[in-house]
């Protein structure tokens, strides 16, 4: 197979772009409230929880962008199916690195102003500055979300309305792989009623069951688009 | 010729044969290829091969292997015979047909031919 | 490339697009793919370039099965206005992907289009004029340069320069670098002197599929006195016919030899070719 370096590549820049216009959003954010209010907690603890939104955009765009583009360049479902993943394996480690960075070059800046980076919820990481354990959470959110979103971009490319049934499975897969890093799923509009599955805590269990999860969605995935007709009218 | 159907490959042909009577085209001269034919009136290739072909039948034209086509050396002599021949049903019996349906003596039409030879 | 379809059925869900249709093209051509609105067109199209999978029936090109067959598929390309190649951020973002999937990318050239069809490379494809992306699709199905080219219906929201424009560089493109085009069209007037050859479909099925001077030659339009036309007529194929006043046009289809083509003169009866579009028009039946 070939290596999908433009289709990683595209997906990299765009995601780093967006990066670097977000840091420096939470950044102003931070300061004013470092002038107005009291600073003690991280910032971009909070902020970054909209980047998994992000995740499941690309993991949709993949499927409703990407794969007629790929089939109208006379690839295969089986090739961009195989590149696709390659790419979202490959692309979420990426994204994670850039959460990571994010907590480092906060706590430079914290330092600085003599504020403490308190976390104001439960991580695998106990500290920000724990790198390997901030990617390894990250990665695991990532890699659901993404496949979550690719799960449900086919559902709704294939079946329009019917799409809704895959909603529920994006749903479990995000579920099982927020369980493995030990947090809860707050959806919108769900607010209230927390969904979450309680996995005892151990750091092979969390990337077994990240790893899992991911590979279940590859395969949902796949089912979906195996052999799936590119629409004759959008919309 | 009963009918005045001409498709785009006749038209070809009736261009470059008008080119050869009027000497535009001469003898062992080379003339434009398919491709440049066919680009030039927007047709497919195929047809304005068609045209060539039609035109290497009726000994207008000869190709050289690789080269192209070129006009026959005696094709101006062999067009002029050929519409020659056909002169009188083409142009002549039209001509008394017309003058008859609209009334004019033909002593008039033959005046007007003798009046022309005359310049 | 060779193209053998057999039998070939699609259907959606109740409805059936393609009915048992049976058609081989030798390859190597520009081909017209003619027919009226849900006649099968892009359904027909769309099987041959795997976008769809057949519900039933034989596709084949160069005598392998299409579907997910990359060996085969990469070689082939079909440019559809909904522009599935294009729809991908700018200009450059839909090219930067396009040089990297199709094999024979031409990136050179695909720069020449850009200026021809007076695209910019940073202009974003989904705000762009219909007429834009029109040409947009037909740039990336050119310079992709696949074997088997196919645009289907491409020219929509083209303004007559930029139709004109395309049909050259199709044309000289063909001519510079051959291989089998097919065009699906409702331009038939503009676009029929590039067929070599001419396929109509309607209802799924195929109705002509014939050399374009060939197809021409068989349509005559008789007129002349209202009786006369009628005596000539009979027993022949008449496509359709009107009449003015005493003088009538009848559309005859079929090859007449030239005994009778003397007799029609000897009746004082006038021959004359139809065009294409009056030919297609009176093959494919009823106004809808």
Not at chain 1, 174 to 189: N, S
Not at chain 3, 20 to 30: A, F, H, M, N
Not at chain 3, 141 to 156: K, N, Q, V
Request: charged content about 20%.
């Amino acid at each position: 197979m070939r290596f999908p370096s433009r289709l990683l590549l595209a997906n990299m820049v765009f995601a780093l772009m967006l990066w670097a216009g977000f840091f420096v959003l939470v950044v102003a954010v931070t300061v004013g409230i470092a002038v107005f209010g009291t600073l003690n907690e991280s910032v971009w603890e909070k902020a970054v929880q909209v980047t998994r939104w992000y995740a499941l955009f690309v993991g949709v765009a993949l499927v409703r962008e990407f794969l007629p583009m790929y089939i109208a360049h006379g690839q295969t479902r089986r090739q961009f199916g195989a590149q696709a993943a390659v790419t979202v394996a490959l692309f979420a480690p990426f994204l994670s690195a850039l959460m990571a960075v994010g907590y480092l070059l906060e706590t430079v800046l914290y330092n600085l102003a003599g504020r403490p980076q308190a976390l104001g919820r439960a991580h695998l990481y106990a500290e920000p500055t724990q790198v390997p354990l901030v990617l390894i959470e990250y990665l695991v959110e990532f890699l659901a979300w993404i496949v979550a979103g690719a799960l449900v971009g086919a559902g709704f490319y294939r079946w329009q309305g019917g799409g809704l049934l895959t909603i529920p499975i994006g749903v479990g897969l995000v579920v099982l792989a927020e369980g493995a890093i030990g947090t809860e799923l707050r959806l919108p509009f769900l607010g209230s009623l927390p969904l979450r599955v309680d996995l005892p805590q151990s750091l092979a269990l969390t990337l077994g069951t990240g790893l899992g999860t991911f590979l279940l969605g590859l395969l949902l995935v796949w089912a979906v688009i195996r052999d799936v007709p590119l629409r004759n009218r959008l919309s | 010729m009963f009918d005045d159907r001409s498709p785009i490959y006749r038209q070809i042909a009736d261009h470059i044969k008008a080119d050869v009577l009027r000497e535009a085209l001469k003898g062992d001269e080379q003339v434009m290829s398919t491709n440049q034919y066919a680009a030039f009136y927007r047709i497919n290739p195929a047809t304005a091969a068609k045209a060539f072909q039609q035109l290497v039948d009726e000994g207008v034209l000869f190709k050289k292997r690789g080269i192209g086509m070129f006009v026959s050396p005696d094709a101006r002599e062999v067009l002029r015979s050929r519409h020659r021949e056909s002169f009188f049903a083409d142009v002549v019996d039209p001509m008394v047909a017309e003058a008859k349906a609209i009334g004019i003596p033909l002593s008039d039409v033959i005046g007007r031919i003798q009046e022309l030879e005359g310049r | 490339m060779r193209i053998d379809v057999e039998d070939l059925v699609l259907r959606y869900g109740d409805v059936t697009a393609l009915d048992r249709l049976t058609l081989s093209l030798e390859g190597g051509k520009i081909y017209g793919l003619l027919g009226r609105n849900g006649s099968g067109k892009t359904s027909l199209l769309s099987v041959l370039a795997a976008f769809r999978k057949e519900s039933a029936g034989t596709v084949r090109i160069d005598g392998q099965p299409v579907f997910e067959n990359a060996g085969l598929t990469r070689r082939v390309s079909l440019i559809r206005d909904v522009g599935e190649t294009i729809d991908i951020g700018t200009v450059e973002d839909a090219l930067y992907f396009a040089e990297w999937l199709r094999p024979n990318w031409d990136a050179e050239y695909a720069r020449t289009l850009l200026d021809t069809f007076g695209l910019t490379p940073k202009a974003k494809v989904k705000s762009m004029s219909k007429g834009q992306r029109s040409a947009m699709g037909v740039l990336v199905g050119l310079a992709g340069r696949a074997p088997l080219t196919m645009f289907d219906e491409s020219y929509l929201g083209m303004d007559p320069p930029s139709r004109y424009a395309f049909y050259d560089a199709l044309l000289a493109d063909y001519m510079a670098h051959p291989r089998t085009i097919i065009l699906s069209t409702h331009l038939i007037e503009e676009v029929s002197s590039l067929f070599e050859e001419v396929v109509i479909i309607d209802h799924g099925r195929l109705v002509v599929h014939e050399e374009t001077q060939t197809l021409l030659s068989r349509g005559t339009a008789v007129t002349g006195p209202a009786e006369q036309v009628d005596t000539f007529t009979h027993g022949l194929t008449v496509l359709g016919a009107k009449q003015l006043g005493p003088t009538k046009s009848a559309m005859l289809y079929g090859d007449l030899d030239d005994a009778r083509r003397r007799k029609a003169v000897e009746a004082g009866l006038e021959l004359g070719p139809i065009a294409m579009q009056d030919l297609f028009i009176h093959l494919t039946g009823e106004p809808k």
